[in-house]
């Protein structure tokens, strides 16, 4: 079937430095990708959202890219902070007039260095 | 907080029971998704239910059922537990069928621990 994300790898970073996730989806119909943050005991939290006909976009201190030839999804984080620390899962919106599909990746966890 | 509730927080059983796990909605959302979350894993889709409605099917055990009542609240229901069953249960609500994203907003998971 239809999937999105990889396996959970780990991704250690200084604080202060970028970080950059990445994701790869299989679902080109997709209408929006999303990125999620979870951190330990709560559930998964919204981020940021590019929508399928988009390249980039920016929120704050963070930017997702949207590669649709090779089907790859990044989130990059400036400046990261120990409040960063968290698993981050990508995501791949599918719209339907009858209930969308939500489809979550692997994640990613991040663990900020003080 | 997001809105969304969930009951129990945590849940402890033998093999071979049943639980239901209960989840409610945002004010206004009409979509519900159930997750598992297992032990450092990514988050497995189970069932959507949209306006007390199925809508869609992801991998969900047959021992496993959920539904939505006219409320909009909904229930997962999970039997005959295995120890494999111990996971986190995650509900979450979107709404659908408005101009901006429908994002979709967890509730705090209900943790399952058979033994």
């Known amino acids: 079937g239809e999937s999105v994300g990889l396996h959970l790898p780990t991704l250690s970073v200084q604080e202060g430095d970028n970080s950059i996730i990445n994701c790869a989806y299989s679902?080109?119909?997709?209408?929006?990708f999303i990125w999620y943050k979870q951190e330990s005991g709560k559930g998964p939290q919204f981020i940021i959202d590019?929508?399928?006909?988009?390249d980039k976009r920016q929120g704050q201190r963070v930017t997702v890219l949207l590669n649709k030839t090779v089907k790859h999804l990044s989130l990059q984080i400036a400046a990261t902070q120990p409040g960063d620390s968290a698993v981050y899962f990508c995501a791949d919106l599918y719209l339907k007039a009858a209930g969308n599909k939500l489809t979550f990746g692997g994640g990613t966890r991040v663990l900020v260095k003080p | 907080d997001s809105g969304v509730t969930q009951t129990p927080k945590h849940l402890i059983t033998a093999t071979g029971q049943r639980v239901t796990l209960r989840c409610s909605p945002r004010s206004g959302d009409l979509s519900v998704y159930w997750y598992q979350q297992s032990l450092d894993q990514g988050l497995q889709f189970l069932i959507q239910y949209y306006n007390g409605e199925e809508r869609a099917k992801g991998n969900i055990l047959e021992r496993f059922s959920a539904q939505q009542f006219p409320d909009l609240h909904s229930e997962l229901n999970l039997s005959s537990l295995e120890l494999g069953d111990s996971a986190l249960y995650f509900c979450a609500s979107s709404v659908v069928g408005q101009k901006r994203i429908p994002e979709a907003f967890f509730g705090q998971g209900t943790r399952l621990t058979v033994v």
């Open positions: 590019i929508r399928s006909n988009m």
């Open positions: 679902n080109s119909a997709s209408d929006y």
